[in-house]
């Protein structure tokens, strides 16, 4: 993706050394990437004794947490190869680097998560903050300054509807179920039958769920989108001019998690009122921080339901029953509706939203570097390099000076050194 999302990190490591200056934050580049040698220092690569006496600030903010995917991989190095001929590699879920503190922090924006606890009971302590918030105050920045003429509308519901890949694959029986409830007339929408990222038509695809199979051929009745996923971080505003509502389909549907992309934060930037596909709770999500949604308008039920399936088919229900409504119902019904979008706006561009969000990181990053001091005992990363140093293979290794790149010239002094630095501090720490 070319969005340059460094600009959000920089803010945060700003933010993060407000409360400590000894922090290095490490983040995804190419931003985008979720491979592990991609996850790099924000600020330039860093001495070995740099990172092992500094905060460790990993950064998922992005994607959902995925501790299944990063379980068994390591970084092939070759000192990586040292540890694993010797059986000293351990399970390094995101890589984490070996520093003075038993703990570092992971930097991620979803609740109600299986996988943040399983980080927690592994070595981390998680800081929520609603990334996509800061990052589509800044990608929809214009939108702010665009007046809306009055509409001509053509389709009364806005539906972007892209890749389908992974924790997307509700969006094929999406369409389905469009289809079967002879809704695609009402819709401004497009289908990709082939997924750009597998290469794959969705008739040939081994679905996870296998009741997000469609029944109908979705081509023959919407046209194939050419536009690529990432289009999700701009937005037109013809579209918003000739359609009634957006019906916004996120990441995460058929899941537990809360969490909420720019998909969701689109419309409302946009002033376009909308119906919100995603994870059961997810308009009370956005109600948390403070936006208004439709409730005494239509049927906002289908936020409550946990089924996946059922939830999915309430929203389709609701959009034939939006459909159906009778001339005066729609003019009433979408000026209500338009009044609460136009709210949302000027929430959305307030300072009271923007230091919402901010406040929110900041609290939570400094209770995590509190409590990162709290449960730090040094102990662990002493064993753990006193233990290293006593095999003779890992001392001929960083001695050699051709592998100079870990952790550098005069190695096994500058580890000494370091060692000697901590074991001061545990005896302080002690005393």
């Known amino acids: 993706m ?11 490591d700003n933010i993060a050394k407000e409360i400590t200056d000894n922090i290095i934050i490490y983040r995804f580049y190419p931003h985008g990437s979720k491979k592990l040698e991609d996850l ?14 500094k905060i460790s600030m990993y950064c998922n903010d992005q994607e959902p947490l995925n501790y299944k995917l990063y379980q068994n991989i390591n970084v092939d190095s070759p000192f990586n190869k040292i540890l694993k001929l010797l059986s000293l590699d351990k399970d390094n879920n995101l890589k984490i680097k070996p520093t003075i503190y038993n703990k570092v922090c992971l930097v991620h924006s979803e609740q109600r998560s299986k996988n943040l606890i399983k980080y927690q009971n592994n070595q981390f302590i998680g800081v929520y903050y609603w990334s996509h918030a800061l990052l589509t105050l800044d990608w929809f920045r214009f939108a702010q300054h665009i007046h809306q003429k009055k509409k001509t509308i053509t389709k009364t519901f806005l539906i972007y509807n892209r890749a389908w890949s992974g924790t997307r694959e509700y969006r094929l029986k999406f369409v389905d179920l469009l289809i079967e409830l002879g809704l695609v007339d009402n819709c401004q929408s497009s289908v990709s039958p082939v997924e750009p990222k597998l290469g794959l038509h969705y008739n040939q695809h081994q679905f996870n769920n296998s009741a997000w199979c469609p029944g109908n051929i979705l081509e023959d009745h919407f046209p194939i989108n050419t536009a690529p996923s990432h289009y999700s971080a701009d937005f037109n505003i013809n579209d918003y001019q000739s359609t009634d509502i957006e019906v916004v389909l996120e990441t995460l549907f058929d899941d537990d998690r809360l969490h909420l992309t720019e998909k969701s934060l689109r419309p409302i930037a946009c002033g376009q009122p909308f119906i919100l596909a995603g994870t059961h709770g997810s308009l009370e999500y956005l109600r948390s921080y403070g936006f208004k949604t439709f409730g005494h ?26 459909s ?22 000027n929430h959305f561009f307030s300072k009271e939203f923007f230091n919402q969000v901010i406040s929110e990181l900041k609290n939570n990053l400094q209770s995590a570097v509190t409590q990162l001091h709290k449960t730090n005992s040094f102990e662990p990363f002493i064993n753990r390099l006193e233990h290293l140093l006593s095999f003779k293979e890992i001392k001929e290794f960083l001695e050699d000076e051709k592998n100079g790149q870990h952790p550098g010239k005069n190695k096994i002094n500058q580890i000494e050194t370091v060692l000697k630095i901590v074991k001061e501090l545990h005896q302080i720490q002690q005393e």
């Open 40 to 53: 790099e220092e924000l600020t330039g690569p860093e001495t070995w004794q740099n990172k092992a006496l």
């Open 324 to 345: 159906r409504w009778s001339a005066e119902e729609r003019v009433n019904n979408l000026a209500e509706a338009q009044a609460i979008a136009d709210y949302n706006k």
């Open 297 to 322: 308008i239509w049927d906002e039920h289908y936020d409550q339901v946990e089924d996946p399936e059922e939830r999915l088919i309430k929203i389709t229900d609701l959009m034939h029953k939006i």
């Open 2 to 12: 070319s969005i340059p999302l460094d600009r959000l990190y920089h803010y945060i």
